[in-house]
């Protein structure tokens, strides 16, 4: 008898403050809808078992179909806090997939590939370094749920984590100030 398919997750972190962007980042426009639903969009296309988004205190994020809306009010304190917060909700997973509501050009081809990998799989970057999106199995949920401040799942040393290229580089495109936004709707 087959093992059944693992049942995944997917935590979308959307509670970060925009400084650099001067606020209201994922509420910008992008090619006619905020920018976060173009990364909630993709998600949608797979079969999650269960989908998280982590919004900070007084986000103008809206409930969406779907989606568990979590509030992290730790927030202001870093990515680490809004890991914890995402994966503490989630009630029935294997396993999850953590994504950025700022990188909207993440295609569902690449999180196929994520949801493929055994076991610690981590986005791997031009530079060499490790990021989101990235899988953790039920067995590092603890440890995800003890991160706070600015330390993301990185920092926790899962060193035998396999990292997967995408394969387009602009995939990995980060809206972090308004002109890298003007770049990517530009670009097309």
């Known amino acids: 008898m087959p093992l059944p398919e693992p049942r995944t997750g997917v935590v979308l972190l959307a509670a970060g ?3 650099r962007f001067g606020g209201g980042k994922l509420m ?9 639903e173009r990364a909630a969009e993709t998600a949608e296309a797979i079969d999650f078992s269960e989908r998280v988004v982590v919004i900070g205190p007084d986000s103008p994020i809206e409930s969406r179909l779907g989606w568990m809306r979590v509030e992290n009010q730790f927030a202001e304190q870093g990515m680490g806090t809004s890991i ?10 294997d396993r999850v997939i953590i994504m950025l509501a700022d990188m909207p050009l993440v295609s569902r081809i690449h999180l196929d590939r994520l949801i493929a990998a055994q076991g610690v799989a981590f986005t791997r970057y031009p530079d060499g370094s490790a990021g989101c999106p990235a899988i953790f199995p039920r067995s590092v949920f603890p440890l995800l749920e003890t991160l706070n401040g600015d330390r993301g799942a990185r920092s926790l040393g899962l060193g035998d984590a396999e990292l997967i ?9 980060d809206i972090d100030e308004v002109s890298d ?6 670009a097309g």
């Not at 290229?165 to 495109?173: I, R």
């Not at 936004?181 to 530009?186: E, I």
Request: glycine fraction near 6%; proline fraction near 5%.
């Open 181 to 186: 936004l003007q770049r990517l709707r530009s």
């Open 17 to 19: 403050q925009a400084k």
């Open 84 to 93: 914890a917060a995402g994966v503490r909700a989630l009630t029935n997973c």
């Open 165 to 173: 290229v995408p394969s387009q580089q602009h995939q990995l495109t």
């Open 28 to 36: 910008a426009e992008f090619h006619g809808r905020p920018l976060w």
